[in-house]
């Protein structure tokens, strides 16, 4: 089964955080996780905040494991369609239309997802 980890699942992680233990399982099998352009932008941006960019970018190379999607035109368009259609914002949208498109479930705490298709939510 592929899953998208979503930003706040990378945190999780990261951080040892509350939900660590809802989200470790789905970071056993790298082949299996999409990864959107748009949560290594997200997740760059938080490291380099949070810790310093020497880490964001070890971070970053952990994420090269999964499967990196690019934005694509096809893919953009896909986005702004479910952005109109579920009220997303840009980024989530992005995301969302990565998951649907590589048919991955998105795995998340964010409540921006909650009531999709295809979403797998760990209320925080």
């Known amino acids: 089964m592929k899953v998208l980890i979503d930003t706040c699942g990378w945190i999780e992680w990261l951080t040892n955080g509350s939900l660590l233990n809802n989200f470790s399982p789905y970071f056993a099998q790298t082949d299996d996780i999409i990864i959107p352009v748009v949560v290594q932008y997200e997740l760059y941006k938080w490291v380099c905040r949070e810790v310093d960019e020497i880490t964001a970018l070890e971070i970053i190379g952990v994420t090269e494991l ?3 999607i690019p934005l694509t035109t096809s893919l953009v368009l896909f986005a702004a369609d479910l952005a109109k259609q579920y009220k997303l914002a840009m980024a989530d949208a992005f995301i969302y239309a990565t998951a649907q498109q590589e048919y991955a479930e ?3 705490c964010d409540n921006h997802f909650l009531n999709l298709p295809d979403i797998i939510y760990f209320p925080k």
Do not use: S
Request: avoid cysteine.
């Open 106 to 108: 998105v795995i998340t």
């Open 66 to 68: 999964g499967r990196v």
